[in-house]
């Protein structure tokens, strides 16, 4: 993904929805994103810094098995 895709889609704060309930004991784990539910799900909400940073909270996804559902800006859900 080029890097100026993350500067032009993900201006602002980025919304990744997992599902199921991460408990919040692991918000360490996702660089400075809050964590919240809905419904069944996990949003991270929080700002990407460049794109190294987004690999970085996927593969932390990835690594905890978790299953991805979405990621947003904050302007594409709003």
Do not use: C
Request: hydrophobic share 35%.
């Amino acid at each position: 993904m080029p890097s100026n895709l993350i500067n032009e889609n993900m201006k602002g704060k980025t919304i990744i929805r997992i599902q199921g309930h991460l408990d919040k004991k692991w918000k360490n784990n996702f660089d400075g994103f809050e964590i919240n539910y809905s419904e069944d799900n996990t949003l991270f909400t929080g700002i990407i810094k460049d794109e190294a940073h987004l690999h970085g909270i996927l593969n932390q996804i990835r690594d905890l098995n978790l299953k991805l559902i979405s990621v947003n800006s904050d302007e594409m859900v709003n």
